[in-house]
């Protein structure tokens, strides 16, 4: 994903809210930590969210990520579910551990019930699918009592959700467009107009 988002990271997708096991208050202290491999998207969010009232510390792997929860156990967290060196549960389960009260939800692209409900299981109270936006993630954070988030106003489009995939593949892949053109099962040439356009609205 490359160019800056409407609204630090744009409009919202569609996502799967997921009621918590029991209702907690929202702890009144800010500290976030955001776990996140994808460098790009992290510093995105970590500023989005720092503008929103956060104190934020970020992590690119579960090892970082277990390290900051193991030292200073955040209020909340946002925690990506499939990292370079294990699974973002393990920071989750981690934090409910040290921290009972506090709160985290889990993004990820590979959603699915099984891991929503082990999610659930193990301290999340909320499972986001990427591309998210910011605002979605505070309300996720700060929801009580099983509330669901109420759809955007201003979703963003089928147009512009397919080019935030590109673009966030054609980054993984260093910017090597056969290789991303291989893995998305596109011919070179489509990818590389889709490349050279503006992002849709």
């Not at 930590?33 to 579960?62: C, H, N, P, W, Y």
């Not at 925690?79 to 920071?91: F, K, T, Y």
């Not at 019930?113 to 910011?134: R, S």
């Not at 995939?165 to 991303?180: F, P």
Request: hydrophobic residues 45%.
């Amino acid at each position: 994903m490359v160019n800056a988002l409407t609204g630090a990271l744009g409009a919202t997708t569609a996502q799967t809210t997921m009621p918590t096991t029991k209702a907690a208050a929202v702890p009144a202290e800010r500290s976030l930590l955001i776990v996140e491999d994808d460098k790009m998207f992290l510093q995105r969010l970590a500023r989005a969210m720092e503008t929103r009232g956060f104190v934020v510390s970020t992590a690119e792997s579960v090892a970082d990520g277990l390290l900051q929860v193991e030292k200073a156990a955040p209020a909340f967290a946002v925690v990506d579910m499939r990292l370079g060196d294990g699974n973002g549960l393990d920071v989750i389960s981690a934090m409910n551990k040290r921290r009972p009260g506090a709160r985290a939800i889990i993004l990820t692209g590979y959603g699915n019930i099984a891991t929503a409900v082990n999610a659930v299981k193990l301290g999340a109270v909320d499972y986001l699918a990427k591309p998210v936006d910011a605002d979605d993630v505070v309300a996720a954070l700060l929801a009580l009592d099983n509330k669901k988030i109420e759809p955007p106003e201003n979703p963003m489009s089928a147009d512009r959700v397919r080019w935030e995939h590109i673009q966030r593949i054609y980054e993984l892949c260093g910017r090597n467009v056969s290789e991303t053109a291989r893995r998305l099962n596109m011919h070179r040439r489509t990818l590389q107009r889709i490349l050279a356009k503006r992002a849709p609205k």
